[in-house]
């Protein structure tokens, strides 16, 4: 389990620094996201072509391959629900 | 300095950037010159009749109209660069990049509008009969071209990645942005390139 957290916390990491630079945020704010915090419908600047830079840069960065049927509404409401999908994704690589 | 926009939406998030440089450019002495491609921004042809061959072929006209001796080409603009130019590639990006933010986008606009599409279904539609992306309506020879074709590495043309610049690219923001020291280090490394030449 120790050698888990290290990766669990360097996703986070990689997912705040890309939303960070998606949503052009300073890095305090983004340190504040919490697993509710609202994306996807909640963010006016978050439209789905953003959505779509944003997968594109997590895949680039975490190294996974994010398929059509991956993304849905769910995954991409909450910073949770997407650092949820980010770890099971690189789980899965 | 002929200057290559980037393409489609990267276009517009660059936009400040890449008058950023100019300007910058020209207080250095260097003259440049941004011409619009034809099917964007204020050319009359229509998109959806173009290709990036003749992108090409029109970036290579308007080197010699103006006389360019260098190009400086913003992300996709690398693919519409005539490859034996002198110049420079900031973050340059491959057709199939770019596409596929585009192809990601319609899917995900769609959903969240309960119809379903698929990337793998957009992409036979865009070879065979052209499709409309982000509000781009690309025609079917310049979407077949933009899935082959790459930056191409034995070009004239030097790289300068995101890194050598600093901060993150622009071209990822959500919302338009600025960034005066980032346009101030791409200045620099074209400027220091000139004259170290």
Known sequence: MTEL?????????????????????????????????????????????AVAGLLTEMEDRLDIIIEDDDVDGEMLETYGGLLAFAEAKVVEN | MLVLPALFDEANKL????????????????????????????????????????????????AEHFAATHVLTLRGGVLTAPPEMLGWNYAPVAGRQVLRAMLRARTIAAREAGREETIEALQQTGRSEGVELAGWTLGPDLFAQLENTAPQPDSAQIEIDQGAIGGSGLWLR??????????????LSITAGLTSA
Not at chain 2, 174 to 187: F, G, I, K, R, V
């Open chain 1, 5 to 49: 957290a290290p990766s669990r916390s360097d996703i986070d990491t990689k997912l705040r620094a890309i939303l960070r630079d998606v949503l052009g945020l300073d890095a305090e704010r983004v340190e504040r996201f919490d697993d509710s915090t609202g994306l996807f419908g909640h963010l006016p600047e978050l439209d789905s072509m």
């Open chain 2, 15 to 62: 936009r400040r950037l890449t008058a950023e440089v100019m300007q910058r450019l020209d207080g250095a002495g260097i003259d440049s010159v941004l011409p619009d491609l034809p099917g964007c921004n204020e050319s009359r042809q229509p998109l959806q009749a173009q290709s990036l061959d003749h992108w090409r072929q029109c970036a290579k006209a308007a």
């Open chain 2, 174 to 187: 959500a919302e338009s942005d600025e960034s005066p020291e980032q346009a101030d280090a791409l200045a």
